[in-house]
């Protein structure tokens, strides 16, 4: 079965930078279209980025021009890098691949 484990989150001041990854097993990962996710407290799950298995991102407009999706084939991982963060940013970070979800991993920005 798929796994999927996020880590990389922490507290940052505003303006300041995180970087998110995500090590996914199986070989289903080089076949699939992987995607971050974030859910702020009180806030419906939100679609971050995607990118597809040959590269191919989409961002939402909250995060385009700050955030960053890439992948490691050969490493079966995929990565978020966050650059100028706002405190609505703040929220518990999920990788995906289908319908796989990992635990999840808190990014909380400050004023």
């Known amino acids: 079965q798929v796994q999927l484990v996020e880590s990389g989150g922490g507290s940052v001041q505003a303006g300041g930078s995180l970087r998110l ?9 080089l076949i699939s279209v992987m995607g971050w996710y974030r859910q702020a ?3 419906q799950r939100e679609l971050v980025a995607t990118i597809s298995p040959g590269g191919t991102t989409v961002y939402a407009d909250s995060v385009k021009g700050r955030f960053t999706i890439s992948r490691d084939n050969a490493k079966r991982a995929v990565y978020l890098q966050m650059n100028s ?11 995906v691949l289908r319908s796989s979800w990992g635990q999840g991993t808190q990014v909380t920005v400050s004023s």
């Open 41 to 43: 407290p009180g806030e």
């Open 85 to 95: 963060l706002k405190p609505e940013d703040t929220a518990v970070y999920y990788c």
């Open 21 to 29: 990854s995500c090590a996914a097993s199986g070989s289903i990962f």
